[in-house]
């Protein structure tokens, strides 16, 4: 069935460091991967998301990148600052009538100050 | 613009207890509608979902249901509650069509005794 792996499970970084985040999906249909944010208690919000006819979507300090062929997608996060520290998901979804998203299993970001 | 509202916010049910979670959608219409559960620091399970009124899709099957009454109201139920019931849902719209995003609503933390 569908399934999205999602590495690593933990990240702690230094403040201004990069974080990379990495997601493995296995339906070759899929083509959207949005990236969510989770804080603690709070609900996911959707940060950056990218469609399969694009290899590299930037917004400010986040980044995403997409191998169609590798099937894998990554999150990029330039010069980390404390607020950055979330658990963060990876999704994908095909199009379907559902639109239904398969989650990863989450990465917890600490950045240090 | 659009809003999701869940109730209640928190909610201490003990094993065998019926239970009723609602979720309205507003600014839309006709959205896909969806629950998710999320154990304790874990990741989010999709527990049904609906294209239309009266339309529930599962995906997983417990003690569980869902209805769908009205375009913009979704309702999770179970008839006895179990401990592992316990967790944090959410209520997720999306637009379909060319609109892939999906949005979360606020959440009920429910706890089991």
């Known amino acids: 069935g569908e399934n999205v792996e999602q590495h690593p499970s933990t990240l702690s970084v230094q403040e201004g460091d990069s974080a990379v985040i990495k997601c493995t999906y296995s339906?070759?249909?899929?083509?959207?991967f949005p990236w969510y944010k989770q804080e603690l208690g709070k609900r996911p919000q959707l940060i950056i998301d990218?469609?399969?006819?694009?290899g590299e979507k930037k917004d400010q300090r986040i980044a995403v990148t997409l191998n169609k062929t590798a099937k894998h997608f990554s999150l990029h996060i330039t010069e980390t600052q404390p607020e950055d520290s979330a658990v963060y998901f990876c999704a994908a979804s095909r199009r379907d009538s559902s639109y239904k998203l398969i989650f990863g299993s989450g990465t917890r970001l600490l950045v240090r100050p | 613009s659009q809003t999701i509202h869940q109730w209640p916010a928190t909610l201490v049910q003990p094993v065998g207890s019926p239970l009723s979670l609602e979720c309205t959608v507003e600014?839309?219409?006709?959205?896909?509608l969806y629950w998710y559960r999320q154990a304790a620091g874990r990741g989010l399970q999709l527990l049904f979902y609906?294209?239309?009124?009266?339309?529930i899709s599962s995906e997983v099957p417990q003690n569980l249901s869902a209805s769908r009454p009205q375009d913009r109201q979704f309702i999770l139920s179970s008839k006895k509650l179990l401990l592992s019931d316990s967790g944090f849902y959410l209520c997720?719209?999306?637009?379909?069509?060319?609109?892939?995003?999906?949005?979360f609503g606020p959440g009920t933390r429910l706890t089991v005794t």
């Open positions: 339906d070759s249909a899929s083509n959207y």
């Open positions: 600014g839309t219409s006709n959205p896909n």
């Open positions: 997720a719209w999306s637009l379909g069509g060319v609109r892939y995003e999906q949005y």
């Open positions: 990218i469609r399969s006819n694009v």
């Open positions: 609906s294209v239309g009124i009266g339309q």
